[in-house]
């Protein structure tokens, strides 16, 4: 690997980590569907690099993702996919990752890391590297669901006596001029 790395959502960086992706040992973790039933149009190595075009990409979601992927031919080049228009849905993205899980994510990491370690000098002492896999995920966070009641221990206003307001403006009745013909007419 280079000294440095091209920048986040560049082609550039695409084509520098494409070849370290580990894709026999993402078979492997979530291997096909062997039983009857519709044949699996995409291959584990295929869904994780899609997975990972929304961390290097500037689309961050899957469906926008999924939307972006026919116009940008570098993205497909990346995720290995054969075909333009035949593209997997974001329940398949989602299913993968569920299948995936923790520990795959791990395992896969560990690989990643091996050449990186490697690298290092050996008489380095420590080495901190990241690790959020544990972290949970804010994933309620934009439910619709009733407000929590809190209950008040102590009033929350003080209920003063009033005090007789003073007046901040001048009151004056203006005569309006009256139409002619109208005021002297005879009340029926």
Not at 40 to 53: E, N
Request: aromatic share 6%; hydrophobic share 45%.
């Amino acid at each position: 690997m280079r000294d440095s790395l091209a920048i986040t959502g560049s082609v550039a960086l695409l084509e520098q980590l494409a070849p370290f992706l580990p894709d026999d040992l993402i078979n492997e973790l979530v291997p096909p569907h062997a039983g009857r039933g519709r044949r699996a149009h995409w291959s584990s190595a295929q869904l994780y690099r899609l997975l990972l075009l929304t961390l290097l990409t500037p689309a961050h979601s899957f469906n926008l993702m999924l939307a972006l992927l026919p116009e940008q031919r570098a993205w497909r080049k990346f995720a290995r996919l054969p075909s333009r228009y035949r593209l997997p849905a974001a329940s398949q993205l989602h299913d993968f990752r569920a299948a995936l899980g923790v520990q795959g994510l791990r395992r896969i990491n560990e690989q990643l890391l091996r050449p990186l370690l490697r690298g290092l000098p050996a008489n380095r002492l420590s080495v901190g590297l990241i690790d959020a896999t544990d972290l949970p995920a804010a994933s309620s966070a934009f439910k619709k669901r009733l407000p929590v009641v809190i209950p008040h221990t102590e009033l929350r206003w003080v209920v003063e006596p009033l005090r007789p307001a003073r007046v901040g403006g001048l009151s004056a009745i203006k005569s309006t001029p009256c139409v002619s013909g109208l005021a002297n007419t005879p009340a029926q």
